[in-house]
C-alpha cells in the first residue's frame, strides 16, 4: 500500500501497529484496506509524529517509549481527560491512550525520552494524583467475557468426553456412546472452538496456514 513504511502485529492482543507517510496515507485508508481483505479492523489509536531535536549529525533520534501510569488512589478522582490536559501540550509527548489490557484508570503516555523529558518530568507535570501503574501479572491480562465462558463450558465437557472414551465407564452406556460422546463433543467442538473456526478460514483467504488451521 503507497505510503505505508512498517506493520508490526499482536497475534495476542490481535492489534497492528502501522506506520505511514502522513499526506500519502490515513488511519481511516489503513482501516478500510484491512477491512478489504477480510479483517475486521478500527482505529485504535494514533500517534502524532515529533520533531527530532536538534543535536549532533550522527546522533539517532530516540524511538517513542510508553509510560503507564495510574491514579495515585481512587478517591483522587482524576480521569484519562485530566492527563489528556495536562500533557497535550508538553514537547516530546506523542500520544496518550487509555489502556486496553483492562486495568481500570491505567493511561499509556507515548514520548520521546531525552534529557529534557523522562519519565520523572512526566509524573512531575502530572502531580502527586498520579503514579506509575504496577506490573501485576494477575490484572495485566483482561479475558474476553465470551471467551471465558466458552472455556468454562468446554474444560468439563471436555472431560467427559475423556473419561468415557479412554474407561470403563464408557461401556456401561453400550450402544449410546456413541451418541452420548457426540451430543457432549459437539459444543466443544463448534460452539467454544467457534473463534479458531472464524479465524481459519480467514487464513485460508489469504492462503495462510496457521495455527487455527491446523
Known sequence: MDGVKTVAVDLIKGMASVTYIIGKSSADKVAEAIESIGYDARVEHIVKPVASP??????????????????????????????????????????????????????????????ELGARDILAELGPQWRLAPRNPSTGYHMDPVLKHRILLAIPLAIIVEVLSMSMLGSLLGCWLPVVLLVTAFPVQYYCGWGFHKHAVRGLAHCSLSMDFL
Open 54 to 115: 536538534k543535536g549532533s549529525p550522527g546522533q539517532v533520534p530516540a524511538e517513542p517509549t510508553v509510560l503507564r501510569v495510574c491514579p495515585t488512589s481512587p478517591a483522587a478522582g482524576v480521569e484519562f481527560e485530566d492527563a489528556r490536559k495536562v500533557l497535550n501540550n508538553t514537547p516530546g509527548v506523542v500520544g496518550l491512550f487509555e489502556s486496553t489490557s483492562g486495568d481500570s484508570g491505567v493511561v499509556q503516555i507515548s514520548y520521546a525520552p531525552s534529557r
